[in-house]
């Protein structure tokens, strides 16, 4: 049986990594990291999965492979990562929901949601899972798998774009990468990300009109009280909530088979759940100003100050 599908969407750098990674220790619940770039970063460019290993040489993804396609080589990946780039975009959000208005579309969206399925169930034989978790965070994936027939249900994870600003604007190496070529993460300025920002987290609120159970946290009532908000996150995925994976704002964290996601996944041991508020003295005042602008209407909405305040509690 196919496991249930937590799937953790919103814009990267919104804390979402210590909440998978507090997931992942819970007996029954596998974390997968962004299996959105599994097919690339995983298969093709052979970059280190969360345990260390290269991909090629995880155990686990190896299972995985062989179980769902009869090993990563019978998969032809090219195929899927062209699915990706032609049919996994925001803009055709809104033809998701109507597939029948085009019956192309339809067919290549089901093509390309099948080798999710197929991940998620074989994850779910091989460990026994009852709950995978999917940090891929992207919402027109999130819409994608909608139509898929799973037990999808969406947690929309959102911190301050201000915080979320400052986080795009920093030079990280990704110590998974393989070439040269890709050991940096992504850089935005300030008005791209909060112009994504915007995006993504009206994508995900329309999500319910759909049927899918979504659950909208933000990244700070995490910090603050983190075993408040693990409760909510293992109730709404089913999960028994009398034990949690937190000792106050004390987590300890095993390695985990996380395909791709933050450099932050690789940090095991104890880690203490905190919050980062180097923004409020390193982002400029312009960029302060512009992305406060361009977020204005949705940060009413989530309760988020205008000027330099803590969130309203909620
Ligand atoms: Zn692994």
């Known amino acids: 049986m196919t496991p249930t599908v937590l799937f953790i969407g919103g814009l990267g750098r919104s804390g979402s990594t210590l909440l998978e990674q507090a997931l992942g220790e819970l007996d029954g619940v596998q974390g997968l990291g962004e299996t959105v770039h599994l097919w690339n970063r995983g298969v093709q460019l052979d970059e280190r999965c969360g345990c260390g290993q290269p991909f090629s040489a995880c155990e686990f ?3 995985v492979g062989d179980d769902a396609f009869g090993g990563w080589r019978s998969l032809d990946v090219a195929r899927v990562e062209w699915l990706r780039a032609t049919i996994d975009r925001t803009r055709y959000i809104p033809l998701m929901p109507v597939r029948s208005w085009r019956p192309r579309y339809a067919a290549l969206l089901e093509e390309y949601v099948g080798y999710y399925r197929a ?8 460990t026994g899972a009852s709950v995978v978790v999917d940090s891929s965070k992207h919402p027109s994936l999130a819409y994608a798998l909608t139509t898929g027939g799973l037990d999808l249900r969406v947690v929309q994870v959102i911190r301050d774009p201000r915080a979320v600003a400052h986080s795009w604007t920093k030079t990280v190496r990704r110590p998974e990468a393989t070439s040269e070529a890709a ?9 791209r990300s909060a112009l994504l920002w915007d995006s993504h987290n009206l994508a995900l609120r329309a999500l319910p009109r759909l049927g899918t159970p979504t659950l909208c946290l933000r990244y700070e009532d995490f910090v603050a009280d983190p075993a408040a908000t693990l409760q909510q996150v293992m109730s709404f995925a089913g999960l028994d909530a009398s034990v949690l994976p937190v000792d106050g704002n004390r987590l300890t964290v095993s390695p985990q088979h996380t395909v791709s996601g933050n450099p932050a996944r690789f940090r095991t041991g104890e880690v203490r759940i905190a919050a980062s508020d180097d923004w409020r003295s390193a982002l400029s005042r312009p960029a302060r100003a512009v992305v406060t602008a361009l977020t204005l209407p949705q940060l009413h909405r989530y309760g988020y100050p205008v000027t330099d305040r803590s969130p309203e509690p909620r």
């Open 119 to 126: 991940i998620y169930s074989a994850v779910g034989r091989s």
């Open 183 to 191: 050991d940096l993460m992504t850089v935005y300025r300030p008005s």
């Open 61 to 63: 993804w190896t299972r």
